[in-house]
């Protein structure tokens, strides 16, 4: 079982930059593949980054790639999305999700995650 919580979301301008942080609970942590995913009003939930359980691979969503950075540090439970040139268009909330298998294949559907967090909310005012 892995527990979620997402933190550092806000109001930033466009241009501007955010961290996101979740900090997961459990000792299996290491093990689980991580994704972040995004929801605004009416839209389905979309895929923004994912990372292996060893941080080795990493995955990104076209719209996000060269402006988001995920990373993740197994002994702090932790996983971090650095968003840089945020757009009014990035504004949601944003969710972090683990998947128990570690190799983050298929890590655009979130189907594939076990766990979620509560999101936190990131506005991009223009």
């Known amino acids: 079982q892995v527990q979620l919580v997402e933190s550092g979301g806000g109001l930033v301008q466009a241009g501007g930059s955010l961290r996101l942080s979740c900090a997961a609970s459990?000792?299996?942590?290491?093990?689980?593949?991580m994704g972040w995913f995004r929801q605004t009003p009416g839209k389905a939930r979309e895929f923004v980054a994912a990372i292996s359980w060893s941080g080795d691979f990493t995955y990104y969503a076209d719209s996000v790639k060269g402006r988001f950075t995920i990373s993740r540090d197994n002994a702090k439970n932790t996983v971090s999305l650095q968003m840089n040139s945020l757009k009014p268009e990035d504004t949601a909330v944003y969710y972090c999700a683990a998947e128990y298998t570690g190799r983050i294949v298929g890590a655009q559907y979130k189907e594939n995650y076990s766990y979620w967090g509560q999101g936190t909310q990131v506005t991009v005012s223009s």
């Open positions: 459990g000792r299996t942590f290491s093990t689980y593949g």
